[in-house]
Each structure stands twice: as structure tokens, then as C-alpha cells.
């Protein structure tokens, strides 16, 4: 178990740019999540993954956001043309879906839009 | 709509003293409920949890916690902290579906300082 794996650690870009983030789950995962932490408030939910298929998504994702897992393994969150609200904590969990089980976290992909 | 509150923002306890963050939440169904802690700049690392069966759960690093239906709390619990577990804490409320979990619900975090 090498855990859940995101990149980058950290990102800084300018507003209007473009940015991705991976997310790589645990391996026999086959649910995969995406939250959004702002300073000071607890990890908001933005989508989640069963396999390739995208069950779920906030209204906190707007049309500029857009996350994908082409192949039911690891998962990319796009954001384009960014804004300064943008800037937070981009964090990714997986789990496993059968009977009851826990998301495990991984280290996030910090986001700075200047 | 679920919902979780934190009502403290900070804590300050002394080392070696006793704990209790609390928790309330807002859930329609019987609730899935956990605690989680995250160090400066790390994930979240998943404390304890529960589902169903006992009301008081054991988790990692001394931690406990009670589930009061009654009073829609579940509060942490550790006897005695140590330095270390200064952190910010989050509990969460989870739904399920489909056999897996839809995603969770976090409060706003109540941030622990140990003080010597």
C-alpha cells in the first residue's frame, strides 16, 4: 500500500492560466474523490469517481473545473482560466466500495493563483 | 442537507492533560461519523470512525470517541495528549450508497495547542 500519490505538492499560477492535477488512488480502489480546503475551513467535496464513470458533482464546480479518469485508475483535475478564488488546497482520497469503508487521503496539491 | 459543526475553533490544553473536541451534526439517516487529523501541510489521517454497534469507539493514538444520538454529537475524547498531537481536527459526516461511500461532509476544524 504506497498510499494515495497527487502532483504537483505545489502550484503557482497566473490568473487565467490553466493548470492540472493528477491523483494517483491505491491501487484496488476503485472510488476516487476530489476535495477543494480553503485557510481555515474543513475540505469541501467537488466530484467522485466509481471506476470511470463521474457519479457525482458539487455545484462548487464550476464549468472552468473538469476531472476525469479515463481508465478507471488514476484522475485528473483541470482547472482553466483561474482565478484568485481559485487558490486552495486541491485534495484527492480514494476507497474501496464494498461494505462500508474509509477514504484515505493523500498530501494535496496546494494551488496559488496570482 | 448534512451538515457538521465544530463549535471551537481553538483549543489550548496543557500536556499531559485530557481532551474533548466536540462535534455536532445534521444528518437525516443514521450517520456515518468520523474524526480525522491533518498536520500543517499533509492530508487527512483518519482517527476513527463509526457506523454502527457500540456507541464509544476506539481509534489510533489514544483516541476515542462517544456517539450520542440524543444530543446528534460525537465528541473526541484522549485522556492525555502529548506534544505531537497539537493538529487541526475535523469531524465528518458520511453518506453511502451503491455499497461505497458518496463522499463526506467536514466541519470547519477545531485547531489543538499543546502547551508545555
Known amino acids: 500500500d504506497t498510499g494515495v500519490s497527487q502532483d504537483p505538492r505545489h502550484k503557482i499560477t497566473k490568473r487565467g492560466q490553466n493548470v492540472t492535477f493528477r491523483c494517483d488512488p491505491i491501487?484496488?480502489?476503485?472510488?476516487l474523490y476530489w476535495y477543494r480546503q480553503t485557510l481555515g475551513q474543513g475540505p469541501e467535496f467537488l466530484t467522485y469517481f466509481q471506476n470511470e464513470a463521474q457519479l457525482e458533482k458539487s455545484r462548487l464546480l464550476s464549468d472552468r473545473f473538469s476531472a476525469e479518469r479515463p481508465k478507471g485508475s488514476f484522475s485528473t483535475l483541470e482547472i482553466q482560466r483561474t482565478e484568485q478564488g481559485d487558490s486552495a488546497m486541491y485534495l484527492c482520497?480514494?476507497?474501496?466500495?464494498?461494505?462500508?469503508?474509509?477514504?484515505?487521503f493523500g498530501s494535496g496539491t496546494q494551488l496559488s493563483v496570482l | 442537507a448534512q451538515s457538521v459543526t465544530q463549535p471551537d475553533i481553538h483549543i489550548t490544553v496543557s500536556e499531559g492533560a485530557s481532551l474533548e473536541l466536540r462535534c455536532n451534526y445534521s444528518?437525516?439517516?443514521?450517520?456515518?461519523l468520523f474524526w480525522y487529523v491533518q498536520s500543517p501541510g499533509q492530508g487527512l489521517q483518519l482517527l476513527l470512525k463509526?457506523?454502527?454497534?457500540?456507541?464509544l469507539v476506539q481509534g489510533i493514538k489514544g483516541f476515542e470517541a462517544e456517539f450520542k444520538r440524543s444530543q446528534s454529537s460525537f465528541n473526541l475524547r484522549k485522556p492525555s495528549v502529548h506534544w505531537s498531537d497539537a493538529a487541526e481536527y475535523f469531524c465528518a459526516v458520511g453518506s453511502y450508497s451503491g455499497g461505497g461511500a458518496d463522499g463526506l461532509t467536514f466541519g470547519k476544524g477545531t485547531h489543538l495547542i499543546i502547551q508545555p
Open positions: 482520497a480514494s476507497s474501496f466500495s464494498q461494505g462500508v469503508e474509509k477514504l484515505f
Open positions: 444528518y437525516g439517516a443514521t450517520p456515518y
Open positions: 463509526y457506523f454502527s454497534g457500540d456507541t
Open positions: 491501487s484496488e480502489h476503485n472510488r
